[in-house]
């Protein structure tokens, strides 16, 4: 397949393009380098480009000769959406909206979407299935799950072929440490405590240490940069037209930000010392994905767990400290 991806020079759009491009695929990233790097897409073809902007994304889409779309492009900060709810409508939902345009336009008809646990009612039974309760507590829960149900919409008038992964924790890096974690603003737990270790950080922050688990620290369902890469093969390979399908991406297995620091204590070969702080808005206590439905649909098995995930990302912050080292932005 001939694969689009926007947000390809993020996080996780640049790591699933470059296994996408291994298995064959011909890999073209999307990106406004407002969050992602250029170097993160190194190798990839890139074109620089607003999601919001449906006129040049239906270019991209038409200039690559492009047959499916994985589609990274977000703002994912649960606490930066609290303060600012405008820019994630605008880019995790109008972002969504210029794109499905484009792609009915061209003629495109496959799609893959990031989406986000943060879509359920957190106060629900862990853990959590795609029959959850969806009632997002904050602004980028919201928007995500309205892109969901404009994705849907389109799929069933369009006849497109559709999947939204819903994420748990996206967590890891290459395994040989050439490609990682780097945002502008960190606020995720693995490489915030990292960079806490090489001394980037001042102090690394348990965010509320009263939470109603085992040891009163928040427990997430980490899953790696890997097993997500593989889910998005799979969904892209088996969606059917006008058939829209929603996932959940996790392991099933919980750790708590106290066990990933004391994991990280033995990878990295020392102690930290962590600062008890209090809760942040937003954040649930317990977040476990029941992953049943991706496994049993299309054969999806996560396969790395909490030490796997924590070596490839020491491997990348360690040799990374300043992680990309520079921004490039676009053209204004």
């Known amino acids: 397949m001939r694969i689009l991806a926007t947000g390809g020079a993020g996080y996780v759009g640049s790591h699933c393009l470059r296994r996408l491009a291994g298995a064959g695929h011909h ?39 492009i047959d499916a779309v994985a589609h990274f492009a977000a703002l994912i900060s649960v606490p930066a959406s609290i303060t600012d709810p405008r820019a994630y409508w605008s880019v995790n939902l109008g972002g969504t909206h210029a794109l499905l345009d484009a792609m009915v336009e061209v ?63 996206a967590a890891g890096a290459e395994g040989d440490g050439s490609h990682g974690e ?5 606020s995720h737990v693995v490489p915030l405590m990292l960079e806490f270790a090489l001394g980037k950080r001042a102090a690394f922050k348990v965010f509320g240490t009263d939470w109603p688990t085992p040891d009163g620290s928040c427990i997430r369902d980490f899953v790696s940069l890997d097993d997500l890469a593989d889910a998005h093969a799979l969904a892209l390979a088996a969606a059917k037209p ?58 999806w098995r996560p396969t790395l767990g909490i030490d796997e995930i924590l070596r490839a990302a020491w491997a990348w912050h360690a040799r990374h400290p300043e992680g990309y080292g520079t921004w490039s932005r676009a053209s204004a």
């Open 27 to 65: 890999v073209v990233a999307l990106d406004d380098l407002s969050e992602g790097n250029v170097a993160a897409a190194e190798g990839l073809p890139l074109v620089r480009a607003d999601v919001r902007d449906r006129a040049a994304v239906a270019a991209a889409l038409r200039e690559h000769r």
């Open 107 to 169: 003629g495109v008809k496959r799609l893959v979407c990031s989406s986000t646990a943060a879509v359920y009612d957190h106060a629900a039974a862990m853990p959590l299935s795609e029959r959850s309760t969806l009632a997002p507590a904050t602004p980028y829960g919201s928007s995500k799950l309205a892109m969901e149900h404009l994705v849907r919409d389109y799929a069933v008038a369009y006849g497109l072929a559709t999947t939204c992964l819903r994420y748990f924790n």
């Open 182 to 186: 780097a945002r502008r603003v960190e």
């Open 242 to 299: 006008g058939e829209p399908a929603v996932y959940n991406l996790g392991t099933g297995q919980g750790t708590s930000v106290l066990e990933m620091v004391a994991a990280a204590e033995t990878v990295i070969g020392r102690p930290l010392g962590v600062t008890h702080a209090e809760r942040r808005p937003g954040d649930p206590p317990v977040l476990v994905a029941d992953s049943s439905a991706i496994r049993e649909a299309l054969g």
